[in-house]
């Protein structure tokens, strides 16, 4: 389980949420799945935070990762949708967590200082830190673009991922990375495979095509997350 970190406030919260009324129904499509469940069910596991968690007073904080503040051209990159549930493991949804995303841009690069040595390209367009927070059935959602490699190292190059962080109403944060299946740096990753193989698909997760109807046509990525105990506060059953 991660250590707890202190979240970035609020204050700044002026551009729109990205889930409107058109969007709901292409979150509910994503997220389908019943929502209560009494089989206990495995916890997403646990990941390092890593050293490019968000410095910073972001410049925009909300769930579109797309668009900056004053800028008219987009993030360059693949276009994807990232949406789920926060669940705790009896599949009973978590309201009102807050749901933080960092990643690299479509180049491979973090906008941070301890990034700013790489030689991958900085999209001035890009900010790569967003947030949102669960409704009252657990859901979340994110507009980004899928990120890039890196090398962390001369002999470790990282595979795309997104980092995720989850700050429910009760309880301690829980840290994780979400992974795209089929490629091909995910075999050799030393974090993926500090989890156990059996556990992969909990993290690892396709981009799949738009569903059919979902206005926009958007690629997305179905990501549900479940805090394991104690790391988030056991409701009455």
């Known amino acids: 389980m991660s250590k707890a970190i202190r979240a970035p406030g609020l204050a700044g919260l002026t551009r729109r949420r990205l889930v409107t009324s058109a969007g709901a129904g292409l979150l509910a499509a994503v997220s389908s799945k019943p929502l209560a469940a009494a089989a206990w069910i495995e916890e997403t596991p646990s990941q390092p935070i890593g050293p490019f968690y968000a410095p910073f007073k972001p410049l925009s904080i909300d769930n579109d990762l797309l668009f900056l503040p004053g800028r008219t051209e987009p993030a360059e990159g693949r276009v994807i949708e990232v949406a789920g549930r926060v669940m705790d493991q009896r599949s009973r949804p978590l309201a009102g967590a807050r749901v933080e995303i960092f990643q690299a841009n479509t180049f491979g690069r973090y906008n941070h200082p301890n990034h700013a040595n790489s030689n991958l390209k900085l999209d001035p367009n890009f900010q790569g830190f967003g947030h949102d927070l669960t409704d009252a059935e657990g859901r979340y959602r994110f507009r980004t673009i899928k990120p890039g490699p890196y090398p962390d190292s001369p002999d470790w190059i990282r595979p795309p991922h997104i980092h995720f962080i989850v ?42 095509g738009p569903p059919v109807g979902a206005p926009g046509g958007k690629e997305y990525v179905d990501f549900d997350i479940v805090l394991g105990q104690p790391g988030v506060e056991r409701l009455p059953t």
């Open 167 to 208: 700050f429910p109403a009760r309880g301690e944060n829980w840290a994780t990375q979400m992974y795209f299946v089929a490629e091909e740096l995910n075999r050799k990753d030393l974090l993926l495979n500090q989890i156990e193989p059996r556990l992969h698909h909990l993290v690892m997760r396709p981009i799949i």
